[in-house]
């Protein structure tokens, strides 16, 4: 009778035991199965048309980054050609079925999928079997057993005899070091790992907050004494319970993310309003088994100073909070803390005579204070007012106090040599720098205090003493002088002298103190590796951090001997200005750093995110931050797939699972591959000047995959993470979509010599600005693309009086960036609901009443398109500069559904294969004889193809090579190309 009475009991862990296997053997699986018959939206590859390259760098391996043009998008001026488009080559077939000449070669009924890449660099840094070729070591394996990573996340070892924390408390503290310079660096403050993570599991997780068994274990030792965080997940003691242990509150957190993300599928990523969430997890938690991961590196950096103008300069408390626990879910344990600092220098000086107004000569706005703060410009978008910066230092404390209670190092500012203007009045020591971005006099030119002054050190401790008795401190302070600007000598003594003026400075404040600098200025020419070594050796190699700022295109460490024997930080600057495209180089971010790490001599210090922005490309965020706890690289490839499968809940995706891979299969193949990323001619100032997408064919392929997964799981509409990817893919569409657009109606305004091409261009014109208006009410439904959330929360955080200006310094930022500077203009451009809809908008029909007027009047003005384009952006200014300081309000909640009208979009720009039947007849293996270009598209997705030659009446066909043909009357035979004609 009584075993009767426990049956159901029995049977219910039999359940959850068979629940916990069945996804067990989902993550473990090299490969997710997929139905033989499932149809999805593949990519093939013409066997005569251009070679696929999808490398971020010269094939030399240097970046084709530009050292000292930060501001150039892609360093691609080929204009309307297509010759090194990275898909020219790509056909595509029809979305759903296709004819048999442009149906991709499969095998065995499987599903097709894009070509192999030359050089496929997935597999960089891991052998042809699959296994890493990083020499096995101990230290490094993630399971602790010795092994190779095969079974590392999830490999059902079994656990060892339980690890106790010292006693007497669960406050951790850094084992002593026995030797090695990584155990000379900082170690991280004291602090109580499981109160800290009983936190965050309360604000994420509060309906399992009794779920979890929290509890300290020891850090790594490595042989030379210096120590790692660690963490284990192993079966708590009962069912349901979940027992995580780590070294500290980071590795503690962290083990609760890789919980969720590999035994639960669950996912965390940015996103307002709980739209980066999938957090579907059943009430009694499955059982993990036992899993055992140590951290490599010492560090795991993040941020750039320019993240703090570009993303958080108008953040409050609510959102910060969010933001550490997502560092501490992620593993990072060294922030840059840059917040209120302004109200340290405004002390500092005042101590030294300075009055407020002196100050306000020096003082950017909130939304310009990064570049302030390294030396490029002053006093723009001013006044900063005293409640302003008391109010951010306040903030600063939670900040710095919550990072702390994780264990988080937390980075302050240093004193680099830059002060105000006024600071003349004391020493005569002082030079003006060069003119940055394009600011005239009046907002320009550092005022560089020389290092061999005696105020320079008086005025670094003086900073670091009333920073660290406002904030406290970890004893790292970063600070950088020569920021896109150079010395004025090359005298190895007077370089040297700056390096050891800065770091007396921390020193005769802090004995323990660090110096941190960014080394992104040694990518100017300037900096020879003799210069380098001179400008580093002032300051004791124990007694420094570099970050190697863009590591994953131009390291530098690889060309100093790693940096003369400093530690340093491998880092990817993934982003610029916050800037919207998919990319991201995730093979070389998971490869690289243990290359760095691995190589004889290495003084690497850990792995770092150095982007200028944050918030966008969740996948390749979430990869980047995960190698902080990985020693070797990873199959990207496989690691994308049970990305999706976590980030749209795979109890969910159901039939629209085949779909779901073959977009993200797409993307990790063509987008994900590089850090090259395109500009927006939405958000450009208007031009006839066109560069088209390198993979628009494959953003097309993405976006008919996961229209599909919609339409065959309509609930995916209900996933935030699946909305935000659904609509950030579709604004990417509908982006290369315009500049095809651009394109085509620069070919047009090229013939209005010859012809009359107004009403071409008028078709054109009409097109263009709908497409804008379309695409402003779509993005208008997803809170991540608002402008009315990033003016509200300037507006929210300021004094009554102040919200106007705080609103100037929100617009200005996203649009002009400083005044009447034509370089920085559209940098930190955002393809936001409102800014599309009003700001870009009315600038494009501003272009289009200035071109179309003198071609109404049959004026040959474009011979000199250079000169009337001068003329039109002179005529453009006074609305731009009229717009940012407006106040109009815009919606800070989203409008409408994503699902919903994004679906009507796809129907409206995507065409069908039934529609091309209809209105085409097709050629295989044949193509028109030369003349009878009338414009190459860089998409070859044949639909697309078909609708753009649809707005062209002189338009009679086109190729499958995505040439649109005026002429098809004669045709060659041309194996691999497909010709259609228009009926």
Not at 648 to 663: C, D, H, N, Q, T
Not at 843 to 872: A, C, M, T
């Amino acid at each position: 009778m009584k075993l009767f009475a426990l049956r159901p009991l029995l049977l219910a862990i039999g359940l959850v035991i068979l629940g916990c296997w069945s996804i067990y053997t989902v993550v473990r699986s090299s490969e997710l199965s997929v139905p033989a018959s499932a149809n999805l939206h593949t990519a093939s590859t013409s066997t005569s048309d251009a070679a696929i390259s999808l490398s971020g760098v010269k094939v030399d391996g240097t970046s084709d980054i530009p050292a000292d043009i930060r501001f150039d998008d892609d360093d691609d001026d080929g204009g309307n050609g297509n010759d090194d488009d990275i898909n020219s080559g790509v056909q595509p077939p029809p979305p759903i079925t296709a004819p048999p000449s442009q149906t991709p070669s499969c095998k065995g009924g499987e599903p097709c999928k894009p070509p192999a890449l030359p050089n496929d660099p997935i597999k960089e840094g891991v052998k042809d079997d699959g296994a890493s070729n990083v020499p096995t070591d101990i230290r490094f394996d993630e399971d602790g057993n010795g092994g190779s990573d095969d079974d590392d996340i999830n490999s059902g070892v079994q656990p060892p005899p339980p690890i106790k924390p010292p006693p007497p408390s669960s406050t951790q503290t850094a084992s002593s070091c026995k030797g090695g310079m990584l155990c000379e660096l900082p170690a991280f403050p004291n602090h109580d790992p499981v109160k800290a993570v009983q936190g965050l599991i309360g604000r994420l997780l509060p309906s399992h907050s009794t779920s979890f068994e929290l509890s300290v274990i020891l850090p790594a030792i490595s042989s030379n004494g210096s120590t790692s965080e660690v963490f284990t997940i192993s079966p708590g003691s009962a069912v349901g319970k979940v027992a995580l242990a780590g070294s500290s509150g980071v590795a503690l957190a962290s083990a609760l993310n890789f919980y969720l993300k590999y035994t639960c599928n669950a996912s965390i990523t940015w996103g307002d309003d709980g739209s980066g969430l999938q957090l579907d997890l059943p009430p009694v938690l499955p059982i993990p088994v036992f899993t055992q991961i140590t951290r490599p590196f010492k560090y795991s950096y993040y941020f750039n100073v320019c993240t703090f103008g570009y993303s958080t300069a108008f953040w409050n408390w609510e959102r910060w909070q969010t933001e550490i626990d997502w560092m501490a879910l992620n593993g990072i344990n060294m922030p840059l803390s840059f917040v209120g600092q302004e109200y340290i220098w405004a002390k500092v000086y005042k101590q030294l005579g300075l009055t407020e107004d002196e100050l306000q000569e020096w003082f950017t706005g909130p939304a310009f204070l990064p570049w302030q703060r390294m030396g490029n410009v002053r006093k723009w978008a001013g006044p900063l007012s005293a409640s302003w910066r008391q109010a951010q230092a306040d903030l600063n404390i939670l900040i710095i106090n919550r990072q702390r209670e994780f264990g988080m190092l937390s980075v302050l500012p240093a004193f680099s040599g830059h002060v105000p203007p006024a600071l003349s009045r004391l020493t005569p020591n002082i030079t003006l720098g060069p003119a940055w971005g394009g600011f005239d006099k009046t907002y320009c030119c550092a005022s560089l205090l020389e290092a061999s002054d005696p105020l320079f050190v008086q005025i670094g401790a003086s900073f670091v003493k009333t920073a660290t008795a406002v904030f406290g401190t970890d004893h790292v302070y970063q600070g950088d002088t020569f920021n896109e600007m150079s010395p004025k000598t090359t005298t190895p003594a007077y370089l040297k002298s700056w390096g050891a003026a800065v770091y007396d400075g921390i020193q005769a404040a802090d004995p323990k103190g660090v110096w941190m600098m960014q080394g992104w200025l040694f990518l100017s020419k300037f900096w020879k590796p003799d210069r380098i070594q001179a400008y580093l050796s002032g300051v004791p190699n124990n007694r420094m951090i570099i970050l190697d700022l863009i590591s994953q295109h131009v390291p530098i460490w690889n060309t100093t001997g790693f940096y003369f024997g400093k530690p340093f930080i491998w880092c990817t600057l993934h982003n610029y200005g916050g800037v919207r495209d998919l990319y991201g180089d995730m093979p070389g971010t998971t490869s690289k750093p243990a290359k760095a790490l691995y190589k004889p001599g290495s003084t690497m210090a850990g792995i770092g995110l150095a982007m200028e922005a944050i918030e966008h490309n969740p996948v390749f965020y979430e990869l980047a931050t995960e190698m902080g706890w990985r020693s070797y690289g990873v199959n990207t490839s496989e690691w994308v797939q049970q990305y999706a499968r976590r980030r749209y809940s795979s109890l969910i995706m159901g039939p629209a699972e085949p779909f779901v891979r073959a977009a993200w299969d797409t993307m990790h193949t063509y987008l994900y591959n590089n850090d090259r990323y395109l500009h927006s001619a939405i958000e450009l100032v208007p031009s006839l000047k066109v560069k088209l997408h390198k993979n628009g064919t494959a953003v097309t392929i993405a976006w008919r995959n996961l229209q599909a997964a919609l339409d065959a799981r309509p609930s995916l509409a209900n996933v935030g993470p699946f909305t935000y990817d659904y609509v950030d893919v579709t604004r990417q569409q509908l982006t290369n979509l315009f500049s095809e657009l651009q394109a085509l109606l620069a070919t047009q305004v090229s013939t209005c010599n010859f012809t009359n091409c107004v009403p071409s261009v008028q078709a054109i014109r009409d097109t263009m600005l709908m497409l804008i208006t379309d695409l402003d009410v779509f993005m208008a439904s997803e809170p991540n693309f608002l402008l009315g959330r990033w003016i509200k929360r300037a507006r929210d955080l300021a004094e009554p009086l102040e919200k106007d200006h705080l609103e100037f310094n929100a617009r200005a930022q996203v649009t002009l960036w400083g005044k009447s500077v034509p370089r920085l203009n559209d940098y930190a451009s955002k393809p936001w609901a409102g800014l599309i809809g009003d700001y870009y908008f009315g600038r494009w029909s501003l272009f289009f009443d200035k071109l179309l007027l003198p071609l109404q009047s049959s004026q040959r003005i474009f011979q000199s398109v250079s000169g009337f384009q001068l003329q039109f952006e002179q005529d453009l200014l006074p609305f731009e500069e009229e717009w940012t300081r407006e106040t109009k309000v815009y919606a800070s909640e989203p409008t409408g559904k994503p699902a919903v009208l994004g679906t009507a979009l796809f129907a409206k720009y995507g065409g069908s294969e039934a529609q091309l039947q209809q209105k085409y007849s097709v050629l295989a293996a044949s193509d028109t004889i030369m003349p009878s270009l009338l414009y190459k598209a860089g998409n070859m997705d044949t639909s697309q193809l078909a609708w753009l030659c649809s707005l062209q009446p002189s338009c009679v066909g086109f190729s499958s090579s995505g040439e649109l043909k005026t002429n098809v009357s004669t045709t060659k035979s041309f194996p691999g190309r497909t010709l259609y004609i228009k009926l």
